[in-house]
């Protein structure tokens, strides 16, 4: 700036307006994963930089731990290793230099990564009796917001007078209202959130009642050999089975042996004698029906 002064005097004020521009910048915002590596990088622009420091909620950070600062070419770096959920907040990049101080911030989240859905106990197959309430159950995990939906033979189902889908923490069930055969199927409850969805499957059935499908033949055998009954029964179980003889049940036991195997109740008489002639009944039973027949042994010859 030139000032006149007398004649061709002149004074010469010179100012020195050095370059001095101390600006750093971050973007604003921005997410981390939990788990990864993180980088924080501030562009000092101006003259040049002495020092700079990091700062996390106003606590500063340093080189350490998970933690490293550097600055070097006008870039002031922060990286943070192994990312933690309480890394979340604000960061401030603090540049010191012949001009003065300058700083800039972001606001940081950490998002945790998400578990898809699975089943800590899936759902059985089981078998309901008519008119009963049948519970469909299975515990479940993974990272929230689970949704939980049910679906009949691949059809969804919602909450009405016959269904009541309930969700209590870990446990999601389905109760179905006054059982009956159409109700049998193939039931899913398909959970799922943000990463995944999970399916478990079950088949529910319709309790069958006892139920006697071949009678025992009437058999005649010669004294001293074994006689053997055998009937085919059907049902769900427990299916209990009793024999009686003359009206009385019989007990398992050094002359008699009582035995089911597969779907056949067997009476196994060893060593029959003339006692032993009779009419025998087998009597088939579980929590829903009952069913029995009836047979003879004939005992002959050589007493
Ligand atoms: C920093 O402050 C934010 C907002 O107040 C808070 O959510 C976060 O937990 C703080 N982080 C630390 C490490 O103190
Ligand atoms: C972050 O911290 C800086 C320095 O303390 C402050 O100026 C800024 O307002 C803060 N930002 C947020 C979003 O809290």
Redesign the pocket.
């Known amino acids: 700036v030139f000032i006149p002064l007398r004649g061709d005097e002149w004074r010469v004020f010179v100012f020195v307006l050095a370059f001095c521009l101390c600006n750093c910048f971050l973007p604003s915002t921005t997410i981390w994963k939990q788990g990864s590596t993180a980088r924080l990088q501030c562009t000092v622009k101006g003259s040049p930089e002495l020092h700079s420091t990091w700062f996390l909620n106003?606590s500063e950070l340093s080189t350490g731990g998970r933690h490293a600062v550097g600055l070097k070419d006008g870039v002031a770096t922060l990286e943070i290793h192994d990312v933690l959920l309480t890394d979340s907040g604000?960061y401030?990049c603090e540049v010191l230099n012949e001009c003065g101080c300058e700083?800039c911030?972001i606001?940081v989240t950490v998002k945790g990564v998400s578990k898809p859905p699975s089943f800590r106990k899936e759902l059985l197959s089981t078998e309901a009796v008519r008119g009963s309430v049948a519970v469909l159950e299975c515990e479940i995990a993974g990272s929230a917001p689970l949704e939980v939906s049910w679906k009949k033979n691949k059809k969804r189902l919602s909450s009405d007078k016959k269904y009541s889908i309930v969700s209590q923490g870990s446990l999601a069930s389905l109760e179905i209202q006054s059982f009956e055969s159409a109700d049998t199927g193939e039931y899913e409850c398909v959970v799922s959130n943000e990463v995944g969805s999970a399916t478990s499957k079950s088949v529910l059935k319709q309790k069958e009642p006892a139920r006697i499908l071949e009678k025992a033949a009437s058999i005649s055998v010669t004294a001293g050999d074994s006689a053997t009954l055998e009937c085919t029964v059907s049902g769900s179980p427990e299916l209990k089975v009793k024999w009686f003889k003359d009206g009385k049940e019989m007990i398992g036991g050094r002359k008699y042996k009582i035995a089911v195997k597969e779907n056949t109740a067997i009476l196994k008489i060893l060593a029959a004698d003339k006692g032993d002639t009779s009419e025998y009944k087998m009597e088939v039973s579980n929590k829903v029906g009952k069913d029995e027949c009836t047979c003879s042994v004939t005992v002959i010859g050589r007493f």
């Open positions: 106003n604000n401030t700083s911030s606001k």
